[in-house]
């Protein structure tokens, strides 16, 4: 993969390849604990600080070592990456980061690090290469944002903890049931807007 082509593409983390509306792991806990935008706001950084690092820091595991073991190498540069966000994030954001709980810790796993690394980010210069993860975890952050301000707005009717004025509330919007098809929607939706854009932009692996 050449530089020229990512280069082309760098919109791919903020739409054809979102990792929270193209599923995988990363879109878990947005559907699990994403109920309102502070939530959404905390998890994004955690996610950024833990992907950002994890990449550049595993881009120097050498690509002579066999796939299996730079898969396992990239998990155990991200574990202990997360150790000192955990941290930051319960010092910075103590009440927040409580919420989290066990699906932070999920995000050490997520697809960025381990797919897009092995088959994206590790083929670009460090430069090139440290944008564009910016730009997919930019990616990630607005996507889990929306859904946090959606759920948010119909299961509390607030925003910020800031009380809107409603004649609609529905609690059941802060499961995971709601989650699931609220990204699911905005999947489809997104899926929509990039085959009517570019047919075969839409068409292509990623």
């Given amino acids: 993969m050449d530089n020229k082509k990512i280069s082309v593409n760098l919109t791919d983390g903020l739409f054809r390849q979102n990792v929270v509306v193209s599923s995988g792991l990363a879109a878990f806990p947005v559907i699990a604990i994403v109920t309102t935008l502070k939530n959404a706001i905390v998890l994004s950084v955690g996610f950024t600080l833990i992907t950002v690092l994890s990449v550049i820091v595993s881009s120097f595991i050498s690509r002579k070592i066999i796939y299996a073991m730079r898969i396992a190498l990239f998990s155990l540069v991200s574990s202990v990456i997360y150790i000192p966000v955990a941290l930051f994030l319960r010092a910075v954001f103590p009440s927040v980061s409580v919420n989290l709980g066990m699906y932070l810790p999920i995000l050490v796993v997520n697809s960025v690090i381990l797919s897009k690394s092995e088959s994206r980010f590790h083929h670009l210069s460090k430069a090139m290469m440290s944008f564009d993860v910016l730009i997919f975890c930019f990616g990630f ?66």
Avoid: W
């Fill in 141 to 206: 952050s607005l996507a889990a944002m929306l859904v946090g301000a959606i759920r948010e707005v119909v299961a509390y009717n607030t925003i910020f903890d800031y009380k809107i004025n409603m004649n609609f509330e529905m609690a059941s919007a802060a499961q995971p049931f709601f989650g699931f098809i609220l990204i699911g929607c905005l999947s489809a939706l997104t899926r929509l807007i990039i085959h009517k854009n570019n047919p075969k932009l839409s068409k292509e692996k990623k």
